[in-house]
């Protein structure tokens, strides 16, 4: 049974620092992974997504790479903003069934 | 605006009810989802639908079902069976190998 990892479970930063999130899974088979933020009480928004044959994607600030044999991604945010401050969770699409299994989120604090 | 329109966002009932949670699209997606979110948790997986009239069983299924009779509509009964039905319940689309679209979500408290 997949699982997803996300460590650390909350983090705070100082406003105009780099910062990394990482997300484990536990079975490589997998189809791709999605990034997502959620603001509390809201829906989830997405950030960016990662094919299994491709090994990073960017979008402005952000930045996710994936190593899929050793079932890690990582979140890479430039220059944080207080307005980063959200709950990040990545998610991974299983090849075999389509299921589409999320991590526990990291919450992140930008401090202003 | 094309996107996913989950009602109501609150909705409150009574123990041993069952109620039915609304999610239509109008992406022309083919696959649906079901997720539950409890506080300081992830998302868990109740049920989800690639094609219209067939679904399948994610990871917490059991007091839910679901029907796919169109391919814009996917609601989700929250049965009485559900021992722990109060929680924040949202909705996701797909096509293909795109990503997944939320809807704002639904918060269900039974009382």
């Known amino acids: 049974k997949q699982e997803v990892t996300q460590i650390p479970a909350a983090l705070s930063v100082p406003e105009g620092e780099n910062l990394v999130l990482n997300c484990s899974f536990t079975?490589?088979?997998?189809?791709?992974l999605q990034w997502f933020r959620q603001d509390p009480g809201k829906g989830l928004t997405s950030l960016l997504l990662?094919?299994?044959?491709?090994r990073e994607q960017t979008s402005g600030r952000l930045n996710a790479s994936l190593d899929k044999s050793s079932g890690r991604s990582t979140l890479y945010i430039a220059a944080s903003q207080p307005g980063d401050s959200a709950t990040y969770l990545c998610?991974?699409?299983?090849?075999?069934?389509?299921?589409?299994?999320f991590g526990k989120g990291t919450r992140l604090h930008i401090l202003p | 605006d094309g996107g996913i329109t989950q009602s109501p966002k609150y909705l409150f009932r009574k123990e041993g009810q069952n109620v039915t949670l609304s999610c239509e699209q109008n992406?022309?997606?083919?696959?649906m989802y079901w997720y539950r979110q409890d506080p300081g948790q992830g998302l868990r997986l109740i049920y989800y639908?690639?094609?219209?009239?067939?679904?399948q069983k994610g990871d917490i299924a059991e007091g839910y079902s679901v029907s796919r009779e169109k391919k814009e509509s996917f609601p989700l009964t929250v049965t009485s069976a559900q021992k722990n039905p109060t929680a924040f319940y949202l909705c996701?689309?797909?096509?293909?190998?795109?990503?997944?679209?939320f809807g704002n979500g639904t918060r269900l408290t039974v009382t």
């Open positions: 996701a689309s797909k096509q293909g190998s795109s990503p997944l679209h």
């Open positions: 079975d490589s088979a997998i189809y791709n």
């Open positions: 990662i094919q299994s044959s491709q």
């Open positions: 998610a991974v699409r299983m090849n075999r069934d389509d299921k589409i299994i």
């Open positions: 992406l022309n997606h083919d696959a």
């Open positions: 639908s690639q094609i219209v009239n067939d679904f």
